[in-house]
């Protein structure tokens, strides 16, 4: 076999390995989790769930674009939503499992009452998913699932399960929003 031959082969065979590593590196890119840390932007007033202006606003100009662009770059079909509070008491007489069903279907959460850390991370959840999923439906991104939950007070934000002190802890008052394929069609990132 002639040397020239040898050579195009050996650099064939590399190149193939270079193009199929890098897309394997690529299918396995994880999407960014986005944080709406408490801020003066993303701020819920003590032991309440309602979106106010200042953050609606904030979420228009700063989440939104990265969210839809997340969408876009990783072929998201799922946005997971977590409430994260601190660790000082809730509320005691929550309605939260005789209302949320009502509540879900009818987008009018006035009527219902957080009675723990949970429910209140639970429900800043589900107040923020209704803005996105407004905001992105009214943009024609309107297939997309979604999964909203609490982790109260019992994660610290460097994700450990560690449950807060008794105390004002503005560190862990946060949502997260994290990104999901479900879908089993291999999709490569088309950002990075």
């Known amino acids: ?19 199929v590593s890098t897309i ?8 960014p989790i ?3 840390e408490d801020t003066k932007d993303y701020r819920f007033q003590t032991g309440s769930f309602t979106v106010n202006t200042r953050f ?8 939104i674009p990265k969210i839809e662009n997340t969408i876009r ?6 946005i997971e939503i977590i409430g994260h509070t601190d660790g000082r008491p809730g509320a005691t007489g ?5 209302t949320i069903s009502d509540a879900f279907r009818t987008k009018d959460m006035s009527q219902v009452i957080a009675g723990s850390n949970m429910d209140l991370g639970f429900l800043r959840a589900m107040a923020v998913q209704n803005k996105i999923e407004n905001v992105l439906s009214s943009k024609g991104i309107d297939n997309l699932g979604f999964i909203v939950l ?5 994660i610290d934000p460097k994700g450990n399960f560690s ?20 879908s089993k069609t291999p999709f490569i990132p088309k950002c990075t």
């Not at 076999?1 to 270079?18: N, V």
């Not at 394997?24 to 999407?31: D, I, Q, S, T, W």
């Open 163 to 182: 449950p807060a002190e008794n105390k004002d802890e503005k560190s862990r008052r946060r949502i997260e929003i994290r990104f999901v394929r479900r």
């Open 24 to 31: 394997l590196r690529a299918m396995n890119a994880k999407p």
């Open 73 to 78: 770059c990783f072929g998201i079909d799922t």
């Open 1 to 19: 076999m002639p040397m020239t031959d040898m050579l195009s082969s050996t650099l064939m065979i590399t190149f193939l390995f270079i193009a």
């Open 150 to 154: 609490s982790a109260g007070s019992t």
């Open 34 to 36: 986005i944080r709406l």
């Open 56 to 63: 609606t606003d904030a979420l228009m100009k700063k989440a």
């Open 94 to 98: 929550g309605n939260v499992d005789t």
